[in-house]
Antibody
């Protein structure tokens, strides 16, 4: 079955940096768009960033734009999130999620069909 | 961005009972609405997409409906494993925003 395994989380001081990784297996990673989604403790889900299958299209949530950088290495089946200038409000579990296109007749919709187990990032002063 | 509002934020129900969760979009999203289930300490799991289509392997006691701005997730004959949090997500227009979540607890 599809596997997504995040790593790289930890405790970092305000203003510091972390690089998260997501190792993908059991599917053709290079064929899928990928996302990072985060969840602050006890809170809901917040989409963070998107990258197209080839890496040419990238989007960010306004809350992280200019501080976070998403990238991927299709040869290594890996997704990354470089997080700089971290703030207390970035404290969350970060999930990588595979995006899949579902076709139903003329309707084409997108879902996040597989998620990793998450990695916790704690930003403390 | 399209804000998504879920209600209630939490509810209590009995095993064997039924619950209905509502998700409202700030503008029409047609049927570009997904539902996810999340258990404590676990990743979200896709339940329903396109407002009413069950993901493969999801039990038929789960159902979704709605279009435009108003959507519902209904769980009939609640099982112990259904007590979890549920999130809606719009995929009509990026960024693909989520609702705030609804926690379903055992009464």
């Amino acid at each position: 079955e599809v596997q997504l395994v995040e790593s790289g989380g930890g405790l970092v001081q305000t203003g510091g940096s972390l690089r998260l990784s997501c190792a993908a297996s059991k599917f053709t990673f290079s064929s899928y768009e990928m996302n990072w989604v985060r969840q602050a403790p006890g809170k809901g889900l917040e989409w963070v960033s998107y990258i197209s299958s080839g890496g040419s299209s990238i989007y960010y949530a306004d809350s992280v734009k200019g501080r976070f950088t998403i990238s991927r290495d299709n040869a290594k089946n890996s997704l990354y999130l470089q997080m700089n200038n971290l703030r207390a409000e970035d404290t969350a579990v970060y999930y990588c999620a595979r995006e899949k296109t579902m076709v139903q007749g003329v309707i084409i919709t997108r879902v996040f069909d597989y998620w990793g187990q998450g990695t916790l990032v704690t930003v403390s002063s | 961005d399209i804000p998504m509002t879920q209600s209630p934020s939490s509810l209590s129900a009995s095993v064997g009972g039924s619950v209905t969760i509502t998700c409202r979009a700030s503008q029409s999203i047609r049927t570009y609405l997904n539902w996810y289930q999340q258990k404590p300490g676990k990743a979200p799991k896709l339940l329903i997409y396109s407002a009413s289509t069950l993901q493969s392997g999801v039990p038929s006691r789960f159902s979704g409906s709605g279009s435009g701005t108003d959507f519902t997730l209904t769980i009939n004959s609640l099982q112990p494993e259904d007590f979890a949090s549920y999130f809606c997500q719009q995929t009509y227009s990026p960024p693909f925003t989520f609702g705030g979540g609804t926690k379903v607890e055992i009464k």
